[in-house]
């Protein structure tokens, strides 16, 4: 069920009736009917996989559990590690073995060997990378002893499946989610408010400017063999916002929804696109996915405490890792392995933790200064995201090197480029609101809200008469394919 459909416009306000008319006087059955609408909600996708939910619910439930009992350590490491081959095995299977099964023949190919091999026709699940990453948290972090494990299984379900953040985030931790399941919640109306702003936002990002550029950036990456370098450009610059403001976009409606039923689920983006440098980038992009791979990881690993040796080891092995979760295609690596490439200088001088605060904090304008380091971030993004764009890595190369070429100089030319204009309008205002609501944790939490209720509301029906207007083009959410 996708947020921007009709079908979600009607089983939102059922399942808020329910919740708060029907089952407002009892947690258990308030926490059980958020796992009966989540299943429907998952299920309308496609009921079948929705055991595989339920089998990864009931393993990592179970597992937990023994390891609250076990004092053995190495029994306790043999049910951590049930917990982690049960899930990541459902996930190899489904996201990866296709991709193994494809490079294992084309090594034996390459020496002149021939295997036939059928590859499996694997329908991908939605969200199963989101949500084994959030059971795995639990398991983990019941093992390291941060956690107490549960024996209220409906409340574990409420925490696994989610509707609002389950097929494409944010990745909870179980610290912090799953005991918002045991207190009572009361209906706060200044927090449904926000919940319902927030939500707008996302909405306006998904529909009015992701779907709009995804039809350009789609156009002229589809066939940029006819178009100049600077058609190309402008194609990456199409996706860059398209990629954003659709995943940001998903995570809002997922926020502002989560909020509307007393919820509060971790920021997962923080305006990534005025970041000085790509470290503070990857502070402010996909945050719960980010944090994990360092928590679970790169920690682990020894992170930057080791020689130079150990710290460069483990940079590409979180970024590289991090690229082969959103897919099994080496176009994701190589985007990975580049941003371990613009990260390294960064720690290897100590700089990568020079940019906590936010930029130009209390100021309309930045510095000259922060206002080049944003651009080279920036620019240096938009080089990596043609890679995870692409078909492949044949086209990501043919793609950049056709923008180096001298006709990155004519001026660009597509089909539609004219009516293109309103998008790239669009964008531009979308940029200047964002930089205004900087301070905020989306960027319309706090714009107006010291002017008049009049101002406030034509700002809101602005909004909606454009998603209304841009509505057309319906598109399923990236990120509903990692």
Request: hydrophobic fraction near 50%.
């Amino acid at each position: 069920m996708l947020f921007n459909s009709i079908d979600f416009a009607i089983f939102l306000p059922i399942v808020f009736i329910l919740y708060w008319f029907v089952t407002d006087k009892n947690l258990s059955l308030q926490n059980f009917l958020i796992v009966v609408a989540s299943y429907f909600f998952y299920g309308w996708w496609d009921w079948k996989f929705l055991s595989l939910i339920l089998f990864s619910t009931i393993v990592d439930y179970t597992v937990a559990i023994k390891l609250g009992e076990e004092r053995n350590l190495t029994r306790r490491k043999a049910y951590l590690w049930v917990s982690i081959l049960v899930n990541l095995g459902f996930l190899g299977l489904f996201k990866y073995y296709n991709f193994f099964l494809d490079n294992f023949v084309s090594a034996f190919s390459f020496f002149g060997t021939e295997i036939g091999v059928d590859s499996l026709n694997i329908i991908l699940p939605v969200g199963i990378s989101f949500y084994t990453f959030q059971t795995l948290s639990y398991t983990i972090d019941v093992y390291r002893q941060k956690l107490e494990p549960t024996k209220d299984l409906i409340a574990f379900s409420a925490f696994v499946s989610f509707f609002p953040q389950l097929v494409a985030g944010p990745i909870e931790r179980a610290t912090h989610l799953l005991p918002q399941f045991y207190t009572k919640r009361s209906f706060d109306y200044n927090k449904a408010v926000d919940g319902l702003r927030q939500i707008l936002w996302g909405l306006f990002k998904k529909i009015v400017i992701a779907d709009n550029c995804a039809e350009y950036a789609n156009l002229i990456f589809n066939n940029s063999a006819d178009y100049s370098g600077s058609t190309l450009v402008l194609g990456a610059l199409f996706f860059t916002f398209q990629i954003y403001c659709d995943f940001s976009g998903y995570s809002d409606i997922a926020i502002g929804t989560a909020r509307l039923f007393g919820f509060d689920l971790m920021q997962n983006f923080n305006f990534p696109y005025f970041s000085r440098d790509i470290a503070e980038f990857w502070r402010r992009w996909h945050i719960s996915l980010s944090t994990w791979f360092r928590d679970y990881l790169y920690i682990p690993l020894g992170g930057s405490r080791g020689g130079t040796w150990m710290k460069v080891r483990n940079t590409f092995i979180i970024f590289i890792v991090s690229g082969f979760w959103h897919g099994a295609n080496w176009t994701f690596i190589i985007w990975g392995a580049l941003n371990a490439i613009y990260f390294l200088p960064l720690l290897l001088t100590n700089n990568n933790r020079n940019n906590l605060d936010l930029v130009a904090q209390g100021k309309y304008l930045p510095s000259l200064a922060e206002f080049s380091n944003i651009l080279l971030t920036f620019s240096l993004t938009v080089l990596a995201w043609i890679f995870f764009r692409a078909e492949n890595v044949s086209h990501a190369s043919v793609y950049i090197s056709q923008i180096f070429s001298p006709s990155i100089l004519n001026m660009p030319d597509f089909p539609g480029m004219r009516r293109a204009l309103i998008t790239i309008g669009l964008v531009g205002v979308f940029v200047l609101i964002e930089w205004i609501g900087r301070e905020g944790r989306y960027a319309i939490e706090k714009l107006l809200l010291n002017q008049k209720r009049l101002l406030r509301w034509a700002l809101y029906i602005s909004i909606i008469l454009l998603i209304i207007e841009f509505n057309g083009s319906q598109q399923e959410f990236i990120y509903f394919q990692f």
